[in-house]
């Protein structure tokens, strides 16, 4: 059971034993499944209105979210303003994924593809620090590395 639109012919009862169990499963589904929840117990609308609602205010907050999130990144350094969209776009993609197993060596780590992207994200030298390594690495000035970087960004 991936998939919150499998969920909707199991009797109420079940529900909420079959989502505690699925714990890890797919981040944005269990979310909007635990809102369709709340909204379904304190209006008393149907399943299939709760879960519609549910997903429209997902998908706003999340939007909303990441674009917040993007414009921090741009705003530090980290991403050129050409490569805010795709950012944008591969969080979406990233928040519809399940649990997955990241390992370096040895390590192993349960974590979401989305916060993983996000760690990644967060962790890119800024602008500054990509042109300033460039102007000295190529004997060029600050402002011509800089130049160069946002020309081969976008």
């Known amino acids: 059971m991936d998939h919150f639109d499998i969920i909707v012919d199991i009797p ?10 699925k714990s890890e499963g797919p981040y944005r589904e269990i979310q909007i ?8 117990l304190a209006e008393g ?20 979210e990441f674009a917040s999130f993007c414009k921090c990144l741009i705003s530090d350094g980290k991403i050129a303003a050409a490569s805010g969209t795709a950012a944008l776009d591969f969080l979406e993609i990233f928040s519809g ?9 040895e390590n192993k780590k349960k974590m979401l593809p989305l916060d993983a992207f996000k760690a990644f994200l967060n962790n890119l030298p800024g602008l500054y620090e990509r042109a300033l390594c460039l102007s000295k690495r190529d004997g060029i000035s600050y402002r011509d590395a800089l130049y160069k970087i946002l ?3 976008g």
């Open 97 to 105: 994924i399940g649990w997955f197993e990241f390992s370096t060596g």
């Open 12 to 21: 109420p009862g079940e529900r909420v034993r079959e989502f505690s169990e």
């Open 45 to 64: 609308i149907s399943w299939g209105e709760a879960i519609k609602r549910a997903s429209n205010e997902y998908s706003r907050s999340t939007k909303n």
């Open 33 to 40: 499944y635990k809102k369709a929840m709340q909204l379904q």
């Open 151 to 153: 020309q081969e960004e």
